[in-house]
């Protein structure tokens, strides 16, 4: 791992700055060198970076979403596993954070997406299945329920996946799903049906699987 010598020297982000005629230069010097050391995947250097800009990131994130704390930390989250992906160097502090910004709201966008997408498909899902047979408080439902429904979307076969996918994510109408499978709608209902009960049964049975331990 290539390391950035006396980067906690070099790189005062959270330290007194210099006279302001010298700040810019400075500042310049202080961004490029921690995000070439960054971009080299120097651990100190990215410690350096989270102390100064996790809870600055935070609150911009708290802002755009309204106040909303949940959605700003999931965002964060995955801004931050972006910034480790895509780092590169920056010659200043404005470019840098403009940058930052991007991927915060970038992940913020995906991520809503991503709960829209599953809590949409969850909504419907739920109308075929049993009920009383979660004991768990609604919002930890959900979630497991989400993420059980990924799962075994993703173990479905290709054919039967798309169909869900296009019924309950694309939100085509079933006339547009038959046609585009030159089929009728009484047997793209049939295998909806059939492909729900098969989600349903995965589901269930996982769920009980688990309180059985």
Known sequence: ??????????????????A???????????????TRAMAAGDETAYRLFYDAYFDRLLRYL????????????????????????????????EQFWSWLTVLARSALVDESRKRRRYFAFLERFTRHQETG?????????????????????????????????QKYILRQSVR??????QTTEKAVESRLS???RKLKDAVLAELKNEQSH
């Not at 609604?138 to 996918?165: I, M, N, Y």
């Open 133 to 165: 047979t979660v004991a768990m408080d609604d919002g930890e439902a959900d979630e497991r329920l989400c993420a059980l429904l990924e799962s075994k979307l993703t173990a479905l076969p290709a054919d039967e996946r798309q169909l869900v996918e």
């Open 62 to 93: 708290l802002v755009v979403t309204g106040g909303n704390e949940e959605a700003a930390r999931e965002a964060l989250q995955l801004a931050l596993v972006r910034v480790v992906r895509h780092m590169k160097t920056f010659a200043s502090e």
């Open 20 to 34: 302001a005629a010298d700040k810019p230069a400075r500042e310049t010097l202080e961004i490029a060198a921690l």
């Open 194 to 196: 059939r492909v729900r």
């Open 176 to 181: 547009e799903i038959a046609d585009g499978q």
């Open 1 to 18: 791992m290539v390391k950035c010598d006396s980067l906690e020297e070099n790189i005062q982000i959270s330290c007194p700055r210099p």
